[in-house]
C-alpha cells in the first residue's frame, strides 16, 4: 500500500499532460463553442480542423474586446508538448451563426519551440492552462471569430499523429483600424506533410521549429 500511495502522490506532482479544451476568452465560457470531448482532431483534411467537433454550433453570446488589447484563452488542463497559436477571420455577418468553413483565418499570435528548448505549451502549462496574445491595433472593428489551436506533438513522427486542439470564441472587436488582412482556408491551410505536422520531438531533438500556417500578420 506505502508504494502505490507513493506513485499516486508523485503523478499528482507531475503536471497533467492530457487532452486539452478551449473553455474560456478572458475569463467568459459564455462566448466559446465548446466540443462534446476533449479528443484530438488528427486529419488536416477534416472539416472538423477549423473550430474543432460541433464547430457550427453556436455559443451562447458574443465576448466583447478592444483592438489592440491584450487578450487571453484558457485551456482546460496542461497541454501535450507542441506550439500553441491563434487566428482570427473578420466576419461579414454574424459571429454566431457564420460557417467557419466559410472564413479565411489570419494568425494573430503563435508560440512554437523557444531558445531555451520548451514549447509553447510549456508556458501555457506554467500559467495553469492561459495563453495571451494581442488583438491587433489596427482592425476593423466587428463581429470576429477567433481560432485559438494547440497541437500536441508527442506521437507525431508518423502522420496522422499529431493531435490538433482548437476551439472558436466568437468576439465583438471594438475601436481598432480599416484592416482586414488576408487569410487561409481550414481546412487547407496544414498539409501532413508539414514539417511542424509530421515531427519526431524525441529523437533527434530538434533546435528549431516551423510552425504551421501563414505567418503572423504583424498589425
Ligand atoms: C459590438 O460593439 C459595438 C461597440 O460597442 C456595439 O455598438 C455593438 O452593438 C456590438 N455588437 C454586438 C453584436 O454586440
Ligand atoms: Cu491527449
Request: net charge positive; with cysteine; aromatic share 10%.
Amino acid at each position: 500500500m506505502k508504494n502505490v500511495f507513493a506513485i499516486a502522490l508523485l503523478a499528482a506532482a507531475a503536471p497533467a499532460m492530457a487532452h486539452i479544451r478551449l473553455t474560456q476568452f478572458n475569463g467568459n465560457s459564455a462566448c466559446v463553442r465548446l466540443p462534446p470531448n476533449n479528443s484530438p482532431v488528427e486529419d488536416v483534411n477534416s472539416a472538423n480542423i477549423v473550430c474543432n467537433v460541433n464547430g457550427n454550433t453556436p455559443a451562447a453570446s458574443l465576448c466583447s474586446v478592444a483592438a489592440g488589447s491584450t487578450a487571453t484563452v484558457t485551456w482546460d488542463t496542461g497541454a501535450h508538448p507542441g506550439p500553441g497559436k491563434d487566428y482570427l477571420p473578420r466576419q461579414t455577418s454574424d459571429a454566431k451563426t457564420t460557417n467557419p468553413a466559410s472564413l479565411s483565418w489570419f494568425k494573430i499570435s503563435q508560440d512554437g519551440l523557444r531558445s531555451d528548448g520548451k514549447w509553447g505549451s510549456d508556458y501555457v502549462n506554467s500559467a495553469g492552462g492561459k495563453y495571451s496574445f494581442k488583438i491587433p491595433s489596427n482592425i476593423a472593428a466587428g463581429q470576429y471569430l477567433l481560432r485559438g489551436e494547440t497541437i500536441g506533438l508527442h506521437v507525431a513522427q508518423n502522420y496522422p499523429g499529431a493531435q490538433f486542439y482548437m476551439g472558436c470564441a466568437q468576439l465583438n472587436i471594438t475601436g481598432g483600424g480599416s484592416a482586414n488582412p488576408s487569410g487561409v482556408k481550414f481546412p487547407g491551410a496544414y498539409k501532413g506533410t508539414d514539417s511542424g505536422i509530421k515531427i519526431n520531438i524525441y529523437y533527434p531533438v530538434p533546435t528549431s521549429y516551423t510552425t504551421p500556417g501563414p505567418s503572423v500578420y504583424s498589425g
